[in-house]
């Protein structure tokens, strides 16, 4: 494709890595984003279920690289982000959870897990045309660098570069077996996760806000959401997460008997019944954690107009799913 002409690239997804390259591309070509829920977030997700909130995806972010901290800077200085969490400790079998260091490079949203995608999307991707509720059946090639990309609305749009933003896996599925780089899409490894919601008419008296488990264990992590800032609850409502081997080991497993042992388990480590909740519920990330990334920022085919990005090129955390979108973005927009 040479420079100067008006590109119409394809984003598959609305989480931290889709909206980045929206907002990094969408001056030099016609920039669509595809998501198939009813908002942008990702697995920066949040679920109403009044008069609770719980973040259900991805507890806090850090920053670390100075490339998201001054992308972040402006909105440190609105208090979008603040330092969380502010008490942590490590869960033990055998005593009371223990104090773990604060750290200074971990922050959670104010009001929403996905407020600051949507914050992104609102402030920096005006030329952007987003369809949500949108999920990607296929993509047929029409030339060798020229793709028609059909919908589970039967709709059908054409697209210059396919750019997919989900997880290893799904991308795996969605693009053609001759893709370039279908061996280093096939090496990334993903974890599952079980996350349980659980609300209470009251405060739980705690003096921490959130508790890490293991990986092997039924509880790999805790938060308090009443205690992130600006939730505006007035009662105790736990994320709780599964490790993410255990999840893996019991994913086909009945939910009930999931949810007995998260629930068993949370009592042996922190003294929280959850028998006590007046809110439940259980929620299956199929593909929640890089245990084994794809080793480069993303993946290129560069004739075909076929890329991938997430996360889990890098290894995990919402930085890295910057990182990759910003990286891509730059190689495409050179050869663009």
């Not at 039924?218 to 105790?236: C, E, H, M, S, Y």
Request: proline share 4%; charged share 20%; glycine share 8%.
């Amino acid at each position: 494709m040479s420079k100067g002409n008006m590109s119409k690239i394809a984003i598959i997804g609305g989480g931290i890595t889709g909206v980045t390259l929206a907002m990094l591309l969408q001056d030099h070509a016609k920039v669509t984003l595809l998501e198939k829920s009813r908002g942008l977030g990702g697995r920066m997700a949040h679920r109403r279920a009044e008069p609770f909130a719980f973040d259900h995806g991805a507890a806090y972010l850090t920053i670390r690289d100075n490339d998201f901290a001054d992308r972040l800077a402006p909105y440190q200085a609105s208090g979008l982000l603040r330092p969380w969490p502010l008490n942590p400790v490590i869960f033990s079998a055998h005593d009371q959870p223990v104090k773990r260091d604060q750290r200074r490079d971990s922050y959670a949203l104010a009001g929403s897990a996905n407020a600051l995608v949507k914050a992104l999307a609102a402030e920096h991707c005006k030329k952007v045309d987003f369809h949500f509720e949108t999920t990607v059946k296929a993509l047929l090639s029409e030339t060798d660098s020229s793709w028609n990309i059909t919908t589970d609305h039967g709709h059908s749009m054409h697209a210059d570069w396919i750019i997919s933003t989900v997880p290893a896996p799904q991308t795996a599925v969605l693009m053609p077996d001759e893709v370039s780089f279908a061996e280093d899409l096939g090496r990334a490894k993903m974890q599952a996760c079980f996350t349980m919601m659980l609300g209470f008419d009251h405060i739980i008296p705690m003096d921490w806000d959130a508790g890490w488990g293991t990986s092997d264990d039924p509880i790999g992590f805790v938060a308090d959401n009443r205690q992130k800032p600006d939730r505006g609850l007035n009662q105790t409502a736990l994320t709780v997460h599964a490790g993410n081997a255990w999840s893996d080991q019991h994913f086909d497993q009945d939910l009930d008997k999931v949810q007995q042992q998260m629930k068993r388990r949370l009592l042996e480590l922190t003294g929280i019944d959850a028998a006590k909740a007046s809110h439940l519920a259980l929620h299956r990330w199929r593909y929640a954690n890089a245990i084994l990334p794809a080793g480069q920022a993303f993946l290129l085919d560069q004739e075909k107009g076929l890329a991938a990005a997430g996360d889990w090129c890098l290894g995990g955390r919402i930085e890295n799913g910057y990182l990759s979108a910003s990286a891509l973005a730059r190689k495409i927009t050179d050869l663009i």
